[in-house]
């Protein structure tokens, strides 16, 4: 299959290429043996990955000369509409794991707030986090603090993806859609649509056009950025474990303060298709009673409930 990929201007290689660290490891009973710290070099990086975020951090930079509690206010609106429904609640628990159903134009609106986080398509996000439960914590996992806090939280996305298996595989059920297909297509597109919009709204409302997209943009995202990857390496790394899972995924309080629930992670890798990721009463769960205010008004049915 390697060898269709290459050119055809290209003479076969007597040898065959040095296989990739990764594919020289054999399946493990256990997924907990042998781990190693990934290292990162320069010529790992991801460009079309890396420059957006590394740019959106360097434009926090700015954020004190463009203050205005409007733009704050704004950066919290789309943290929550974005983030909250847009990640947690739509690519999360409803594309990837199909916790409930809601109709499809509402499926479709919600997929367009995901996309406005530039974190990739809903195909590749979901085909990554579909792996991620395939493989938790173990070699094959995209994203385990296992090969290190830092590699989990931010180096795998900023490089070059080094599995076996392309994400995409993994979510053929999304690409059957005409919809998410085009969407996935263009996921970095409506950002400019808002940004834009954002700063001619601004400027209507009183030059406030860089302000609105320096904090309701750059910063909005920045902050959602390391709140969802804080759950892959976080609650991953610290909290309690109310399930004996296969993984290290733990409940993790602060995260989920501010991940709209996703923090209480153990209970989710226990039972990952319930829509609740919080199951004591305290573990308070926006997310899910989002879900169950949705179903209020018929937009959100056959709601998965954890086993037990
Ligand atoms: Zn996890
Ligand atoms: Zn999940």
């Given at each position: 299959m390697p060898a269709t990929l290459d050119p055809p201007s290209r003479p076969a290689p007597v040898t065959?290429?040095?296989?990739?660290?990764?594919?020289?490891?054999?399946?493990?009973?256990?997924?907990?043996?042998?781990?190693?710290?990934?290292?990162v070099t320069w010529a790992d990086i991801d460009w079309w990955h890396f420059t957006p975020i590394a740019l959106m951090h360097a434009a926090c930079l700015a954020a004190p000369f463009y203050f205005s509690w409007s733009g704050v206010a704004l950066a919290v609106f789309l943290w929550w509409a974005?983030?909250?429904?847009?990640?947690?609640?739509?690519?999360?628990?409803?594309?990837?794991h199909r916790s409930f159903k809601t109709p499809k134009p509402v499926e479709y609106f919600l997929t367009v707030l995901g996309v406005l986080n530039w974190q990739g398509g809903p195909i590749e996000w979901v085909g990554m986090h579909r792996l991620h439960h395939k493989h938790s914590d173990g070699e094959e996992d995209p994203h385990s603090p296992k090969h290190g806090f830092n590699w989990a939280h931010v180096l795998w996305v900023v490089t070059k993806y080094r599995g076996n298996v392309p994400p995409q595989d993994a979510a053929k059920d999304l690409a059957r859609d005409p919809f998410l297909r085009f969407i996935d297509k263009y996921h970095w597109a409506p950002q400019i649509g808002l940004a834009a919009l954002l700063y001619g709204l601004g400027q209507w409302a009183g030059g406030l056009g860089l302000?609105?997209?320096?904090?309701?943009?750059?910063i909005r995202m920045v902050v959602t950025y390391h709140i969802t990857w804080f759950v892959n390496s976080a609650s991953h790394t610290w909290g309690y474990r109310s399930h004996d899972t296969d993984d290290d995924s733990r409940n993790l309080w602060w995260v989920a303060l501010l991940s709209f629930g996703e923090g209480w992670h153990n209970n989710h890798h226990a039972h990952q298709r319930a829509a609740a990721h919080g199951r004591r009463w305290w573990?308070?769960?926006?997310?899910y009673l989002t879900i169950v205010a949705m179903s209020w008004v018929g937009l959100a049915k056959d709601i998965v409930r954890p086993g037990r």
């Open positions: 065959p290429t040095p296989p990739t660290p990764a594919a020289t490891e054999q399946p493990r009973p256990h997924a907990h043996h042998h781990h190693e710290r990934i290292t974005c983030g909250g429904l847009g990640i947690c609640l739509c690519y999360h628990r409803l594309l990837t302000s609105w997209v320096v904090w309701g943009v750059c573990e308070i769960d926006p997310t």
